[in-house]
């Protein structure tokens, strides 16, 4: 008796099989189809599916369906057994012309060599056609370095380009400021009105909406008044600018009006308001060129003697939450570095004794680190990294602007009383 097929049920094979005709695979109306057969065996109480043939596994041998119960394969009794075989000349390609060697539709291009360079060879890939790069050609390898990236500090800031600037900043400066002198106060309005749109566009990312039009007009203003008419009218510039800010916002509605009037305010008092002080420094008779001098001299004597020490030895944060890389380390580089050469400037150009002058250049060195830090943290709470990108290496024109325009209302107040006003 041949093993009982697990997909068939329980009806026997081969010759085994008994007379009486198969079981339908559908109800037969004229037979209950809850009776048992003729055969005598009783079946359940739901009818018999039909037997289906058998799925060969991925172990079942090329004789035939594998029986996993006897373990080889199927009798010859199987369904499939009845099946005539296919001949050769039945396959449904043989009347189709074979295809020849020389009609492969790869004949038209050129063959690749047995001797030609494999991909991870060492020899030379054949090149391009001209006029176009394949992938890859730019990537480095040994015989191609790498593309030489511009240096940068440990600033993070392109160093030639911020050296380049500064020099250039330094002589837009100085030169008009000994040799003609009006010149410096255009150029120092000018850097006036480019601070307050700096100001007004970076104060727009926290949704307030100062009016640039009187705040320009009103710094200039502002420095005007501080340039031919001293300290008061210097106060009487920033009163007019505050005012005429008010009047003007007023004709976009009251919706956000306290919002604006407060970064108008503030951007006026910040910018050109501590920036007439320069205009002060410069308008004293006399000597006014060497005061902007030796202030500005010790501004960047700070800034440089705090960036020497802080890249060299700076290790104890001074403030990680408003400027992570400044250390203590470099602010006591940037007092040094200005209290030794403002006291060797001052003995100089003023015939002040150098301890005083040292005690000036400590001076406009806190007033510059602490406009530094101030501005780091407008920076810090409008979310941005520069006020602005016009200056290669250093950012915004406000990003140079910060340290100087604390520094000068401090070295006003010291040089008034160091080196009193002749005439």
Do not use: C
Not at 311 to 324: D, E, L, Q, V, Y
């Amino acid at each position: 008796m041949s093993p009982l097929d697990p997909y068939s049920g329980t009806e026997p094979r081969g010759w085994e099989r008994s007379d009486s005709p198969p079981a339908l695979p559908w109800p037969d109306r004229e037979v209950e189809p809850w009776s048992p057969r003729q055969s005598g065996t009783e079946l359940s109480a739901v009818p018999q599916a039909p037997p289906r043939p058998p799925v060969r596994r991925h172990d079942e041998s090329p004789d035939g369906p594998y029986d996993p119960a006897a373990g080889r394969p199927f009798a010859d009794d199987t369904p499939t057994s009845q099946l005539p075989p296919v001949r050769d000349d039945d396959a449904p390609t043989a009347h189709l012309t074979p295809v020849r060697d020389d009609a492969a539709p790869t004949s038209p291009f050129v063959p690749v060599r047995d001797d030609a360079a494999r991909p991870g060879d060492d020899a030379d890939p054949p090149e391009p056609p001209p006029g176009r790069r394949s992938p890859g050609r730019r990537r480095a390898s040994a015989d191609r370095p790498a593309t030489p990236q511009p240096s940068t500090g440990r600033a993070g800031r392109n160093l030639p380009a911020a050296i380049g600037v500064g020099l250039g900043l330094g002589a837009l400066v100085l030169v008009p400021l000994f040799f003609f002198l009006p010149g410096f106060l255009a150029v120092l309005a000018a850097a006036i009105g480019v601070g307050i749109w700096e100001m007004a566009r970076a104060v727009r990312r926290s949704g307030a909406r100062p009016p640039l039009v009187p705040l320009l007009a009103g710094g200039v203003l502002t420095i005007g008044l501080a340039w031919f008419a001293g300290p008061d009218a210097l106060s009487l510039g920033l009163l007019v600018t505050v005012l005429g800010t008010m009047i003007w916002r007023l004709g976009d509605g009251p919706a956000g009006f306290q919002r604006d009037i407060t970064a108008a305010t503030l951007i006026a008092v910040y910018v050109p308001f501590l920036g007439g002080f320069a205009a002060l420094l410069a308008a004293a008779p006399g000597d006014g060129h060497l005061r902007v001098l030796v202030t500005v001299v010790g501004v960047v004597l700070s800034d440089t003697g705090g960036y020497a020490a802080g890249a060299n030895f700076g290790k104890h944060p001074m403030a990680p939450r408003i400027s992570p890389k400044k250390s203590w380390e470099g602010f006591a580089g940037s007092l040094v570095a200005a209290a030794v050469g403002s006291a060797l400037l001052l003995w100089l150009l003023f015939d002040v004794a150098p301890w005083w002058g040292a005690l000036f250049g400590m001076a406009v060195s806190v007033a510059a680190v602490l406009g530094d830090l101030a501005e780091s943290m407008i920076k810090r709470d409008l979310g941005v990294k520069d006020m602005s990108s016009l200056l290669p290496g250093h950012g915004g024109l406000m990003d140079r602007l910060d340290s100087i325009l604390f520094a000068v209302p401090t070295a006003y107040l010291l040089l008034a009383v160091l080196v009193p006003v002749v005439g």
